[in-house]
Nanobody, 126 residues
């Protein structure tokens, strides 16, 4: 079983950058497609980005394309989300997710995800 722990959240001004990291325990991290989701207050959890098992295929929500980059290091059991040009609308709790059966293209729906982290808060001030 893989457990996920996010880190790197915090307060940043609009236009700034943050790098989130998700550390996974367990020896089978590379079997999972990994993703990031976010949930703003009063809103549903939404897809942000996903990456394939080896890292060659990525998928992004339209709202973050060109600003966010997802990457993974299977040797270190980590998946990162580099967030640039942050906007107040990016304020949310960011969750790391893992799924054994999906692809980056089908990681867009949070329902039925195999694994979730507990989340890390990102606040972007205007």
């Amino acid at each position: 079983q893989v457990q996920l722990v996010e880190s790197g959240g915090g307060l940043v001004q609009a236009g700034g950058s943050l790098r989130l990291s998700c550390a996974a325990s367990g020896r089978i991290f590379s079997w999972y497609v990994m993703g990031w989701f976010r949930q703003a207050p009063g809103k549903e959890r939404e897809f942000v980005a996903a990456i394939s098992r080896i890292g060659g295929i990525t998928n992004y929500a339209d709202s973050v394309k060109g600003r966010f980059t997802i990457s993974r290091d299977n040797a270190k059991n980590t998946v990162d989300l580099q967030m640039n040009s942050l906007k107040p609308a990016d304020t949310a709790v960011y969750y790391c997710a893992a799924d054994y059966h999906r692809t980056p293209a089908t990681m867009t729906h949070p329902e039925g995800m195999d694994l979730w982290g507990e989340g890390t808060l990102v606040t972007v001030s205007s």
